[in-house]
């Protein structure tokens, strides 16, 4: 059973800075590609940055510029930079995982909070 473990959710003001990390207990090379999504209150589970086992980076539209997704193959770790927040980034973020046998995997998520 793969286990997405999140950290780094916070409050934090507008204009600043946060780093999520995500740790992946499946093996590297059975990942196909592993990304962050949001949720607010009342809305749907949005797509925020995909990274694809071959380092191929999409980002939504609304953090482009702004928040950089990167993976370090040797601790199975998946980071989410956030740079310049807004109070709209606030949210549940999630851990995603698709793996080269086709499954899906969530972490547990993690609340991000933009406020003064």
């Known amino acids: 059973q793969v286990q997405l473990v999140e950290s780094g959710g916070g409050l934090v003001q507008p204009g600043g800075s946060l780093r999520l990390s995500c740790r992946a207990s499946?093996?590297?090379?059975?990942?196909?590609?592993m990304g962050w999504y949001r949720q607010a209150p009342g809305k749907e589970r949005e797509l925020v940055a995909l990274?694809?086992?071959?380092?191929?980076?999409n980002y939504a539209d609304f953090v482009k510029g702004r928040f950089t997704i990167s993976r370090d193959n040797a601790e199975n770790t998946l980071y989410l930079q956030m740079r310049n927040q807004k109070p709209e980034d606030t949210a549940v973020y999630y851990c995603?995982?698709?793996?080269?046998?086709?499954?899906?995997?969530w972490g547990q998520g993690t609340q991000v909070t933009v406020s003064s």
């Open positions: 995603h995982e698709h793996t080269s046998f086709g499954h899906d995997y």
């Open positions: 499946a093996r590297k090379n059975s990942i196909a590609s």
């Open positions: 990274i694809t086992d071959r380092g191929t980076t």
